[in-house]
Structures are given as C-alpha cells and as structure tokens.
Nanobody
C-alpha cells in the first residue's frame, strides 16, 4: 500500500512563503507523475502543479510565477514552493502519485494552508 504524507502547511500572511513536502512510501517513485492539488469547501479539487518522471512541469494559471514544484527521487519526495501567497490560495493541499501504465493513483490526506490578509 502506497502512503503519501504531506507536511509544511500552516498559517502565513499574504505575501509570505511556505514549502510543502510529500513523502511517498514507494520504491518506484522515479517513474511516477507527482501532483499537488487543492480544495476549498464546496469546490472541486483542482490541479495546482504537476511534475512528470522526466521532470516536465505544468501549473495552474493562478499560480504560475509564484509556485514551483520539484522532486527529489533519492528521497522519494515532491515539493511545492509557494511564494507571494494570496488569501485565495487558502485550501487543503493534497499530494497525488500517478502512473497510468501501472494503474496507480494515490492521494495523501492533505495539509491545510491558510493565508491571512
């Protein structure tokens, strides 16, 4: 059973920064696509950023230029560096691990990010 454990959430003032981490308990981490999603009450979960096994990244338009996703395969960890945070970034952030060919799609339990104005 794959486990994803997020950390790094918390309360920060607008304009501040946070770095989220997601540790994956899987040996084949390097061939997975990792993503960060977020969700607020009453809304659908949305993609924030993703990084493929080859290192290609994509971002939601709302976070481009402010957030950076990265991965350290040796530590089976994916990161989300969040800068210039805005109150609208407030959400529960979830880590996702995916490998379509192997039928893998796992989620973490989420970490809360609160940005005060």
């Amino acid at each position: 059973q794959v486990q994803l454990v997020e950390s790094g959430g918390g309360l920060v003032q607008a304009g501040g920064s946070l770095r989220l981490s997601c540790l994956a308990s899987i040996s084949i981490f390097s061939i997975t696509t990792m993503g960060w999603y977020r969700q607020t009450p009453g809304k659908q979960r949305e993609l924030v950023a993703a990084i493929t096994a080859g290192g290609s990244t994509n971002y939601a338009d709302s976070v481009k230029g402010r957030f950076t996703i990265s991965r350290d395969n040796s530590k089976t960890t994916v990161y989300l560096q969040m800068n210039s945070l805005k109150p609208e970034d407030t959400a529960v952030y979830y880590c996702n691990l995916r490998n379509a060919r192997l039928g893998m799609d796992y989620w973490g339990k989420g970490t809360l990010v609160t940005v005060s104005s």
